[in-house]
């Protein structure tokens, strides 16, 4: 019985360890928020065919905040992620879903090297990297946010999802997943408008190339 209170309240300490840790990071004096920071924004978005997908290219539009850059230099991962999702349009009832596809994307910054590591998976991306399809290193942290914030011919669908006699609708979603962060930082992060980098568009499929 001794053992297991004396267990609860290391782990009590440790969490309130934390929890200070992930208050002093977010609001830290030395990272004021910006007032003139940028809108997120979706600044091109466009969609072509080829034989077997439905590719998907963007470029989205923000600015790391002080407090997040501020994290990230302090070795706190940050995960981005883009969402899109097809939809065949109906007339008669709700649209049908006919495809959707999610891209995660890890920054990172490694004190050792200076260097800005990005790791990009199709699903969530766990520290063994279990996933990862892609992995990059910067040099400096605008490229590897450029990197970030271009999606080039990324697939979305199957080309056999389409129906080429219906109207279809494309949703597409990009934002930084708070709820990846550790916990002490999702807990300092609500209702905090310095973390919040999320931004929605819904655009008719308009197919530009077909191969």
Not at 23 to 40: E, N
Not at 47 to 61: C, H, M, P, Y
């Amino acid at each position: 019985m001794t053992a297991f209170i004396t267990h609860c309240l290391k782990s009590a300490r440790l969490d309130l360890l934390g929890l200070l840790l992930g208050a002093c990071l977010c609001w830290s004096p030395g990272a004021p928020a910006r007032a003139d920071s940028i809108t997120p924004e979706i600044s091109s978005l466009s969609f072509e065919r080829r034989a077997d997908a439905v590719l998907l290219s963007a470029n989205v539009k923000f600015e790391l905040t002080p407090v997040i850059e501020d994290a990230l230099l302090k070795g706190v991962p940050m995960i981005f992620v883009a969402e899109a999702e097809l939809f065949r349009e109906r007339w008669y009832w709700t649209n049908k879903k006919v495809a959707s596809a999610e891209r995660h994307m890890r920054l990172a910054y490694q004190p050792l090297t200076r260097r800005w590591r990005l790791n990009v998976a199709s699903g969530m991306i766990t520290n063994a990297g279990l996933g990862v399809a892609l992995n990059q290193n910067f040099d400096a942290l605008p490229d590897a946010l450029a990197a970030v914030q271009r999606l080039s011919r990324w697939k979305i669908a199957d080309a056999a999802d389409l129906d080429l006699e219906q109207q279809h609708l494309v949703v597409f979603r990009f934002r930084l997943d708070t709820s990846q962060l550790p916990r002490p930082f999702q807990i300092g992060t609500l209702g905090q408008a310095d973390w919040n980098i999320d931004v929605l568009v819904k655009q008719a499929l308009t197919l530009e190339n077909i191969r």
